[in-house]
C-alpha cells in the first residue's frame, strides 16, 4: 500500500511584541508536538505586524522577527522537519492578499472581534490603518498560498481561521475549485491563557509592554518570571479546594502548570488539593523557569551564530517560495488575470 501523504500545518504568529508563555503554550508548543507527524511550515507574520502602529519601529521590527524566528528554533522546531520563513520574504503573500482582499465582503471584515477591540484602542486621531480592516484578508492569503489541512493556533485565532475558510469557500464559487478548506486546530487545554494581573484578560504582548506583571515573556530575566507568577492574582481564599468552584486565576496557574509538566487534571488535583497558594504558585514557578532556562540557553546560541541563522532564514524561504509560487499562478489564472 502506497505511503500516506503527511497532513500539512501551517501557522504564524505576529511580530508585534516580545512571544509570552501563552503564545508558547496555545501555538509553538502544539507545533512541536506534532513536528514529526506533520509536514509543517511556519512563519513569522511581520506584514501583519504594520497594522498595529506602535510596531512600525524602522529596523527595530526586522530584528523583532529575527527574534521569533530564533525563539522558534529554541523552543524546538528543528528545521530538518519544518520550513521556517518570514512572510515578508514570500511577496506571493502580499499578493495573494490582495485579491483575497477583493473577495471578501467588507461586512465580514467589520465584523471581525480583534478589528472591534483593536480599532477601538488604537489611537483614532492617527487614524486606524486600512490594514487592520483587511488583517484577515492577508491572513486567508497565509493560509491558503500553502494548501494546508490544519492551522493550529489559540482560541482568539479561530474567528480568522473561520473566515479564511469562508473566503476559501467564495473564492472557489467564483472562479472555480482552487483552494483547499482548512480545518482549525485548537489545544483542549491552553488555548486560552489568562493574565496573571488579571484572569479575566487573555494573555497578550500588547498587554505585557504596559503592564509588568501581566505576562510571562520567554526572554524574560528568570528572577522577574519567578515574581511575576508568586504575584499572580488567585482570590481570598488561602489555598486550592476542588471541592469548591475554583477562581479563575486558580485555574489559570493549573492549566500553565499541567501544559509545562504534561500533567492531567486529575494528577494536579492529587498534587495541589489542599494545598496554599504559595505551595501552587512556586510549583508553576518551577516548571515555567525549568522550561524557560532551556529555552534561553538554546536561544543564545542560535543566535550567537549568525551565519547559521540565515542560512536557514534563506533555505526556509525558499522552500515556502516553491510552493507558494505556483499556488499564486492558479489564482491568477482563475481570477482571469493570466491565461
Ligand atoms: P498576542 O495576542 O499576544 O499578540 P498573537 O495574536 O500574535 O498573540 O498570537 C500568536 C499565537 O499565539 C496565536 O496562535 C494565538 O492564538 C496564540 N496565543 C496568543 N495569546 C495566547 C494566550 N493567552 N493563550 C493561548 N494562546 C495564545
Ligand atoms: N494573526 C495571527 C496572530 O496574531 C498570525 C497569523 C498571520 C497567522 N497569518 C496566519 C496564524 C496564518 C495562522 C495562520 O498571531
Given at each position: 500500500m502506497a505511503a500516506q501523504a503527511k497532513k500539512r500545518v501551517l501557522s504564524g504568529i505576529t511580530a508585534t511584541g516580545r512571544l509570552h508563555i501563552g503564545n508558547y503554550i496555545g501555538a509553538i508548543s502544539q507545533w512541536v508536538d506534532n513536528q514529526a507527524v506533520y509536514e509543517n511550515l511556519l512563519f513569522v507574520a511581520d506584514l501583519h505586524?504594520?497594522?498595529?502602529?506602535?510596531?512600525?519601529a524602522g529596523q527595530d521590527l526586522r530584528a523583532r522577527v529575527e527574534e521569533i524566528f530564533a525563539l522558534y528554533l529554541a523552543c524546538g522546531i528543528d528545521p530538518e522537519q519544518s520550513t521556517l520563513f518570514v512572510?515578508?520574504?514570500?511577496v506571493e503573500h502580499a499578493e495573494l492578499g490582495w485579491i483575497m482582499t477583493c473577495t471578501t465582503p467588507v461586512s465580514w471584515l467589520e465584523r471581525m472581534t480583534q478589528f472591534k477591540t483593536k480599532g477601538k484602542i488604537a489611537d483614532v486621531d492617527t487614524g486606524v490603518g486600512a490594514g487592520l480592516l483587511c488583517y484577515p484578508a492577508l491572513q486567508a492569503a497565509d493560509i491558503l498560498l500553502?494548501?494546508?489541512?490544519l492551522v493550529p493556533v489559540g482560541e482568539d485565532q479561530k474567528q480568522h481561521v473561520e473566515i479564511t475558510r469562508d473566503i476559501a469557500k467564495r473564492f472557489n464559487t467564483l472562479f472555480g475549485d482552487t483552494f483547499k478548506i482548512p480545518d482549525v486546530v485548537i489545544r483542549q487545554a491552553g488555548g486560552r491563557i489568562m493574565g496573571?494581573?488579571?484572569?479575566?484578560?487573555k494573555m497578550s504582548k500588547s498587554t505585557a509592554e504596559r503592564a509588568p506583571g501581566h505576562a510571562i515573556g520567554l526572554l524574560d530575566p528568570l528572577d522577574k518570571a519567578r515574581k511575576s507568577i508568586m504575584r499572580a492574582v488567585t482570590d481570598s481564599n488561602s489555598g486550592v479546594d476542588f471541592a469548591t468552584e475554583l477562581a479563575p486565576g486558580v485555574t489559570n496557574l493549573l492549566t500553565i502548570f499541567e501544559c509545562f509538566t504534561g500533567t492531567s487534571r486529575d494528577q494536579s488535583a492529587a498534587r495541589?488539593?489542599?494545598?496554599?497558594y504559595g505551595k501552587l504558585k512556586s510549583d508553576v514557578a518551577d516548571a515555567v523557569i525549568g522550561r524557560l532556562t532551556e529555552i534561553q540557553q538554546r536561544y543564545r546560541e542560535i543566535t550567537d551564530d549568525r551565519d547559521q541563522l540565515n542560512k536557514l532564514l534563506t533555505q526556509g524561504a525558499e522552500r515556502a517560495r516553491s510552493i507558494a509560487g505556483p499556488k499564486l499562478a492558479q489564482a491568477y489564472r482563475a481570477t482571469g488575470l493570466r491565461s
Open positions: 505586524a504594520l497594522t498595529i502602529p506602535q510596531a512600525v512572510q515578508s520574504d514570500i500553502y494548501d494546508p489541512d496573571l494581573d488579571d484572569p479575566t484578560a495541589f488539593d489542599g494545598a496554599g
